[in-house]
């Protein structure tokens, strides 16, 4: 059975179909209760029902207390979570869902937000959109997908009061319009915070530009949905030592330290279980993590003093865990 921390349960008030492939989903308290605020850039662990617990974006306006919406792509090597999602929820089914957590919140006092979304990435964008729109704030939204056809919420933000600060950009059409990311951040810009959510290769395309143009570490700011599979046959056993009790597990090379440490009794919260929220990062006291996650920042990673046991691994024979 598939648990959530912090369960909430909420029905399905609607559910529409935002492109063939792309399912949105209105979310309402089965009690008829006002929901937990949420702040743009949350996001909610979603009991699947029949499978796996999965993290999806709330992209309706923060101020909307009586409901969240969230969007579903359709991924075709699901392993039941978003297929369940699309193939099983109906209008009128409960579910199990956490209260909203915020690991891509906006950073209080930017001068300029600059918010830049691929494909179904588009959900956080879509919240932070609303909200520094509902509030007056300078920003800039460019939305880049394969084709008119694919982009959700087409309508609903060339119809919002933003949409003069919104750009889409279409792979199947004329270049002019494609999104130069380059060329938008060739220079660091002070005072600027960079916003970006979508596929692994798009994500990575910005954020090494970025870095490569020389801009703060502290102004930039994404979420990952999901990591590639890598390749595991060199993986090898190391050792976890807890501090707290002086306890050795040893962590096979085909099971994680999460899973290791829970067959020894010791439990720690998880919730994507692929190194995308930081829901499980542990600190380290002694010994060098490899760090597989796409979680933290890379000041984080070369301080070497916390790691995501859902994921990640030791380059040491012994990590020792602040457990």
């Known amino acids: 059975m598939t648990s959530v921390m912090g369960e909430l349960k909420v029905r399905v008030a609607a559910r529409h179909d935002e492109t063939t492939d792309i399912c949105s989903f209105e979310l309402v308290h089965a009690a008829g209760q006002p929901l937990p605020a949420f702040s743009a850039?949350?996001?909610?662990?979603?009991?699947?029902?029949?499978?796996?617990?999965?993290?999806?974006?709330?992209?309706?306006?923060?101020?909307?207390?009586?409901?969240?919406?969230?969007?579903?792509?359709?991924?075709?090597?699901?392993r039941g979570g978003s297929s369940g999602m699309h193939d099983r929820v109906r209008v009128g089914d409960e579910l199990t869902i956490s209260v909203p957590k915020n690991h891509f919140a906006l950073a209080h006092g930017a001068k300029h937000s600059l918010?830049?979304?691929?494909?179904?990435?588009?959900?956080p964008i879509l919240c932070m959109a609303e909200r520094l729109a509902a509030i007056d704030a300078s920003f800039e939204m460019h939305y880049c997908t394969r084709s008119r056809t694919?982009?959700?919420?087409?309508?609903?933000?060339?119809?919002?009061?933003?949409?003069?600060?919104a750009q889409f950009h279409f792979d199947d059409e004329a270049g002019d319009q494609r999104f130069d990311i380059a060329a938008r951040l060739a220079r660091p810009e002070s005072g600027t915070h960079l916003y970006v959510c979508g596929p692994q290769g798009f994500m990575d395309a910005v954020l090494?530009?970025?870095?490569?143009?020389?801009?703060?570490e502290t102004q930039l700011h994404y979420e990952f949905f999901t990591v590639e599979a890598r390749e595991t046959a060199d993986d090898g056993c190391f050792e976890v030592e807890i501090a707290s009790s002086g306890k050795v597990i040893v962590v096979e090379k085909d099971e994680s330290v999460v899973q290791a440490l829970?067959?020894?009794?010791?439990?720690?919260?998880t919730s994507c279980e692929q190194g995308v929220c930081g829901t499980c990062a542990t600190r380290v006291l002694e010994g060098e993590p490899d760090h597989l996650d796409v979680c933290l920042t890379p000041d984080e990673r070369a301080a070497n003093d916390q790691f995501l046991p859902c994921c990640s691994r030791s380059r040491s024979a012994r990590l020792v865990l602040d457990l």
Request: charged share 20%; proline share 6%; glycine share 12%.
């Open 41 to 78: 850039g949350s996001h909610i662990d979603v009991a699947v029902p029949g499978g796996p617990t999965r993290q999806y974006s709330l992209c309706n306006a923060p101020d909307e207390g009586h409901r969240y919406q969230i969007s579903v792509l359709r991924d075709a090597k699901s």
């Open 150 to 165: 694919r982009t959700a919420f087409l309508e609903r933000i060339a119809r919002a009061p933003y949409a003069r600060r």
């Open 115 to 123: 918010l830049l979304a691929g494909g179904i990435g588009v959900t």
């Open 208 to 216: 090494n530009a970025a870095r490569a143009a020389g801009w703060p």
């Open 262 to 269: 829970a067959k020894a009794g010791i439990q720690i919260e």
